[in-house]
């Protein structure tokens, strides 16, 4: 299958390009496209055939449930049942964003697409590109992120492509994403509103609009036994080729130790990858002796560190880096979902200075 490209701008998509991208999900085809959070890998949420293609076309397991994408409040009602007023109130205060919400389905969502679950994610994105392409595609679409199990989600088309390229009929390109790490999953389903997955949306925001929210434990503790209540968080997620561990501790115990073990693991011939931040990059690339040193921006600003940790990730495998140290981040905040997929990147490989 020759997969085809189709640049446009975040702010004004291409209507061209939507139509024919509507009309390829409407048919049963799969279309690549650009979200506020990461790449999605798109289908018809309503034809079992399109979600079957979905999971064939990353290598993913089929019992892991893809995410509904929608385009108008009032779809949500068609798909899920009941839709609780904690949904309602969350929806307003942060929809269309980066928030997925665990509803009860109903009949309208095949279980293909809920990997056998009788319940449903739904997302009502803010990207313009998106909400455009999921309106001509009929409104439902399904889509994980872009990428091949078992890789770090896409950031960039470019990403995408490397992954899919013969495997789908279309990417459209819009360019970066803005916030480079997949959405803050809320699970509506329980007797209190449980987060599955950290992103974006934080806690504490979800806690202006509910009062309590809890956070799966398995999300916050390596050694939990327990089974994650988001199937796709048992499988080991974003995992570079290299093997990576986060150092932790004072700022300046860090780059020492940082510097070196990559000196040690350089001499044992092995291709060093340092994820550093602005304030210790130089350090680094005049102490470390590490093959490549790359920063994800100055450490208060968390929004430049989720954007980058993804591509800088997968720059190391391009780069065929074997082992890759890590600064850590602060767990507040957004810096839940940074810490999440760091540490799941590195299989919660933490070393204490
Ligand atoms: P991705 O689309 O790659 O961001 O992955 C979607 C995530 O949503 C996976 O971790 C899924 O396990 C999770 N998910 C989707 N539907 C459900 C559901 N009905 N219940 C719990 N988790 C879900
Ligand atoms: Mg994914």
């Not at 450490?299 to 993804?310: K, T």
């Amino acid at each position: 299958m020759e997969t085809i490209l189709v640049k446009m701008e975040k702010e004004n998509p291409d209507a061209e390009g939507i139509r024919k991208a509507g009309e390829i999900i409407r048919a049963g085809g799969l279309v690549a496209f650009p979200t506020e959070t990461v790449y999605g890998l798109g289908g018809d949420a309503l034809n079992p055939d399109s979600s079957r293609k979905i999971y064939a076309a990353k290598g993913r397991p089929s019992d892991n449930p893809l995410i509904v994408h929608i385009c108008r409040w009032d779809d949500i009602y068609k798909i899920a049942h009941p839709v609780p007023e904690e949904a309602e109130k969350l929806a307003k205060a942060y929809w269309p964003g980066p928030l997925t919400m665990i509803l009860k389905k109903t009949d309208l969502v095949p279980e293909e697409t809920t990997g056998g679950l009788d319940t449903v994610a739904i997302r009502f994105p803010q990207d313009p590109i998106a909400r455009t392409f999921i309106e001509a595609a009929g409104g439902f679409v399904a889509a994980p992120s872009a990428n091949l199990s078992g890789k770090p989600s896409p950031t960039l088309a470019q990403y995408v492509a490397e992954d899919m390229n013969g495997r789908i009929e279309m990417i459209i390109d819009g360019g970066e994403v803005g916030i480079g790490l997949e959405s803050t999953i809320v699970d509506l389903t329980g007797e209190e509103p449980m987060i599955l997955r950290p992103g974006f949306i934080t806690k504490e925001m979800l806690e202006e609009v509910l009062k309590r929210v809890e956070v799966d434990r398995t999300i916050l503790d390596a050694n939990c036994r327990l089974r994650p209540k988001a199937p796709g968080m048992r499988y080991k997620h974003y995992a570079p080729k290299g093997d990576l561990t986060i150092i932790e501790g004072e700022p300046e115990a860090v780059t020492e130790a940082i510097c070196q073990r990559s000196k040690a693991a350089e001499s044992a011939g092995e291709k060093v990858g340092i994820i550093a931040t602005d304030e210790t990059a130089r350090q680094y690339r005049t102490f470390s002796g590490a093959e490549s040193v790359k920063s994800v921006g100055r450490r208060v600003d968390e929004a430049a560190v989720g954007r980058s940790l993804y591509r800088i990730l997968r720059e190391f495998d391009d780069e065929n880096v074997t082992v890759i140290f890590s600064e850590s981040f602060s767990q507040s905040g957004f810096g839940q979902a940074i810490m999440n997929r760091l540490l799941k990147a590195a299989g919660h490989h933490v070393e204490r200075v």
